[in-house]
């Protein structure tokens, strides 16, 4: 079998890898059976030369791989007919922007494994970037904060080689007594308790958050039966929702009422009811001043999140008043940090993450076949949708 790590090719650029060097030599010298390829780079978070350091070949046309490993979209006239790709295609929720990708695919007889898709009998995902975004994302929300109240500076993520660089400029930031509400308790909520514990934020209860106040820094975690309720019950029950999500409310307004900064990692689909609404956003007790959509559906659960941000220029401001977008840290506006690519931030640290989940959980399984993981994540194959994958008949027809 052999093995092609592709370049990435989407704009706005992406550098993140599937595999690291390291773990590329690791993978030839315990599976004597793969040969394994690295297509050229010139945005790479490793760059060529670690590779041929590392003993690895660069190739620049893999059409003679059996399994094409990649991190975001593959551009439509890149795609091998044929082919296995592994990457994040982002069409499981139908989105506009990539159904000619998903046409493409079927069009080119190609099996496509959506990394998102890949996930083990119970529902739970076996690897993302969550973690990663999670960190970036608080450290963004922060940051935020912090320039839009004059209290404290931090610099930006992109701006250090690693997190092990990051970590050393929170030890010189001193944070005002914030309320920071976070959702969520997946891979994001994971990474944004990490950067709440390196800030010696400290947790507390739902109860405590939303009735006292703190002489320190403090957030508290929801998770979905903390947030959604029953129209009719009052009550969260897991199946029900995840089946029928119309039937429930939100019940979020005690923390937007309490809180200053909201940490968003909660999944959303279309159907779940938004945190708030924007009418809820002109009362005068709707207390948040920064939003960190760290899942960035726009126009999702956030009402108030009207486009994806860049890196460059992660923040926007919100006029409760007028729905409108306005430039950032303005008194009264409601600031929006909605970078959708988080962990490129962090590029090293992700793509190492994500390697290790990939050569542990995910690699055993494209040796031994057609395993029922990888049957599970595979949307598209042979010219047609995979049956799990039916109920997108109509978004490629």
């Known amino acids: 079998m052999k093995i092609g790590v592709l370049k990435e090719g989407k704009n706005p650029p992406d550098n993140r890898v599937a595999l690291s ?36 070949t660069l190739q620049t046309d893999l059409s003679d791989c059996n399994i094409l490993l990649g991190i975001k979209e593959v551009p439509i006239d890149e795609l091998i007919a044929n082919k296995t790709y592994c990457f994040f295609s982002h069409t499981k929720k139908k989105q506009p922007h990539n159904k000619k990708l998903l046409q493409t695919i079927i069009e080119k007889k190609i099996r496509l494994i959506d990394y998102e898709c890949l996930t083990y009998s119970d529902g739970q995902r076996v690897l993302g970037f969550g973690f990663f975004a999670g960190i970036v994302g608080a450290h963004n929300g922060l940051l935020t904060y912090g320039k839009k109240t004059g209290n404290f500076n931090l610099p930006p993520v992109h701006k250090f080689k690693d997190f092990r660089e990051v970590i050393r400029q929170y030890f010189e930031v001193k944070l ?4 920071i509400v976070s959702t969520g308790n997946g891979r994001v909520s994971t990474g944004v308790q990490e950067t709440m514990n390196m800030f010696d934020i400290k ?33 969260y029950h897991r199946k029900d929702f995840r089946n029928n999500p119309t039937n429930y409310y939100c019940d979020f307004a005690k923390y937007y009422k309490a809180a200053d900064v909201m940490l968003n990692g909660v999944y959303w689909q279309k159907g779940i009811a938004p945190f708030f609404t924007l009418e809820e956003m ?11 959509d760290i899942t960035c559906d726009v126009n999702g659960s956030i009402p108030c999140n009207l ?44 793509s190492d993450f994500f390697g290790v989940q990939f050569t542990k959980n995910v ?14 994540a595979t949307i598209a194959e042979g010219g047609d949708l995979t049956s799990t994958y039916e109920y997108l008949r109509d978004y490629v027809n």
């Open 176 to 179: 005002p007594n914030i309320k």
């Open 363 to 376: 690699l055993p399984e494209i040796l031994e076949g057609k395993t029922e993981l990888l049957q599970r």
């Open 21 to 56: 060097p390291h773990q590329c030599k690791v993978i030839l010298r315990k599976n004597p059976s793969v040969e394994l390829v690295v297509q050229p780079s010139p945005i790479r978070c490793y760059n060529d030369s670690e590779y041929l350091e590392a003993g690895i």
């Open 282 to 292: 002109r009362k005068a007790d709707f207390n948040l001043q920064v939003i960190a």
């Open 203 to 235: 947790r507390v209860s739902k109860d405590d958050f939303t009735t006292k106040e703190f002489e320190y820094p403090v957030y508290c975690e929801l998770i979905a039966e903390d947030l959604y309720k029953h129209k009719d019950t009052h009550v």
């Open 307 to 350: 486009e994806a941000t860049s890196i460059d220029d992660p923040t926007y401001g919100f006029d409760p008043k007028t729905f409108e977008k306005t430039k950032p840290f303005k008194p009264g506006m409601v600031d929006i940090m909605a970078v959708d690519n988080l962990p490129n931030e962090l590029p090293r640290d992700a």
